[in-house]
């Protein structure tokens, strides 16, 4: 993972206004510098504070979750394949505005499969459950916690999954 987070942060400069192509050149370099079978998903951002845009591409990431002032709550699927698992990246960006009050959540799959005494997972109804419950968090760091806590409370057995919530509330 180190090597991949290097080749990200090394063809940025090279690729940062064309996504598709940032992630083509790590894909690239990835298969080059990973042992064979070697994947990783990830979603890469850009945001725009002056005209509130998010540029994206998701490499088979869970769909971080787009909580609209108003109550709806939007995924943002993947829009390209993982990183690694073929010689040739397919994929495109997508644009989405982030209004003022919108909160956006980006997690590991750790959260969504923790399971609880049942078998069953919390997901991302759940997820999207607590979003809504916490929406008036005081900050992003706030509601993390109040994420985290949840699946913690959820979850019946020891974590064997890292649970990582990154919350971004539109200003």
Not at 39 to 45: E, P, S, W
Not at 129 to 147: E, F, G, K, N
Not at 151 to 171: K, N, S
Request: hydrophobic content about 40%.
């Amino acid at each position: 993972m180190a090597n991949l987070q290097a080749h990200l942060r090394g063809q940025f400069a090279r690729f940062g206004d064309h996504l598709p192509g940032l992630l083509s050149s790590v894909n690239r370099l990835f298969q080059q510098s990973a042992p064979s079978a070697s994947y990783a998903t990830l979603f890469v951002g850009v945001y725009d504070d002056r005209t509130r845009q998010l540029r994206f591409v998701n490499c088979g990431h869970p769909a971080p979750l787009l909580l609209r002032r108003e109550g709806t709550t939007e995924r943002l699927d993947a829009t390209g394949w993982v990183i690694g698992m073929f010689d040739e990246w397919k994929g495109t960006s997508r644009e989405v505005e982030l209004l003022e009050g919108d909160i956006l959540a980006l997690y590991t799959d750790g959260v969504t499969e923790t399971v609880d005494s049942g078998g069953d997972e919390f997901g991302e109804r759940r997820l999207a459950a607590v979003l809504q419950r916490h929406y008036d968090a005081s900050s992003p760091t706030a509601l993390a916690d109040d994420i985290i806590a949840a699946v913690q409370e959820f979850g019946a057995a020891e974590q064997f999954d890292d649970i990582t919530v990154i919350v971004g509330i539109g200003r």
